[in-house]
């Protein structure tokens, strides 16, 4: 799991850590739909802004650039299936295919705004817990009739638990595929097939013994969550992620 710390919970006081989770909720929210919508200018300073907190959290560089070492595989997809299918003026030709100069930036562009997606995402997972994530969403989903709100909060949480596990239970079937020699196969669907059945073979297997774990314990619904109190360091922070959001508009 050392390796995957980058996807659980450190504790800490960072700022990231002092604000209440509801207002890390919206700022998740504005910040991923608002980088959407970016250009380089603007996808700069998010960058900055956000790789700047995670250092801040106590995160090293190295320790973000492990988080990313399998999205850097889907961005890759990404940027040249952009590359090849956008029309423009060719860079590269070979017979029938060619990338071209806006299918580079289009690629380029989009694997980008991906990233300050992810940053976004993985600075909330770090520096917030499990249980005070439960209770945010079941207090955003309250007002809401008929929405079971308890179930749907638990699942978030266990969602937010499971992710260090998949990770790390693709890390162990990578190193029994590399004991077993599977990595000298040339063949990347082969190999693909034996990394993503075993895993998810693995990651289903895990998910039932938990289900059974929480039936033996009497696990319940109603379970008393940590309190949440907004200050006034939660409205200062909100101000200056509306301001950010708008200037990265403005860009």
């Not at 774990?213 to 360091?233: F, H, K, Q, V, W």
Request: proline share 4%.
């Amino acid at each position: 799991m050392a390796e995957l710390s980058a996807f659980n919970f450190r504790p800490g006081s960072s700022v990231l850590h002092g604000l209440d989770v509801r207002f890390k909720l919206i700022f998740l929210v504005l910040i991923s739909v608002t980088s959407l919508k970016s250009y380089p200018v603007s996808l700069s300073v998010l960058t900055l802004v956000l790789v700047a907190l995670l250092l801040h959290a106590q995160l090293s560089l190295k320790s973000i650039l492990r988080a990313f070492r399998y999205i850097f595989v889907l961005l890759g997809f990404i940027f040249f299936a952009r590359a090849l299918f956008t029309p423009g003026s060719a860079v590269i030709e070979f017979k029938a295919v060619s990338m071209t100069r806006e299918g580079f930036y289009d690629g380029a562009l989009i694997c980008w705004r991906l990233v300050i997606v992810v940053l976004t995402g993985l600075a909330f997972v770090l520096t917030t817990r499990p249980s005070e994530i439960k209770a945010a969403v079941e207090w955003l989903l309250n007002p809401f009739p008929f929405i079971p709100s308890k179930r749907i909060a638990t699942m978030m949480s266990l969602v937010v638990r499971f992710i260090p596990v998949i990770f790390d239970q693709a890390r162990e079937t990578v190193d029994a595929q590399r004991a077993r020699g599977v990595e000298n196969r040339k063949n990347p669907v082969y190999r693909l097939r034996k990394l993503g059945i075993p895993l998810m073979r693995r990651t289903f297997e895990r998910a039932d013994k938990l289900a059974v774990a929480m039936e033996a314990r009497c696990y319940s619904e109603n379970r008393t969550d940590p309190g949440l109190c907004a200050r006034l360091r939660d409205w200062a922070a909100l101000f200056v992620v509306v301001c950010l959001c708008m200037f990265i508009v403005v860009c």
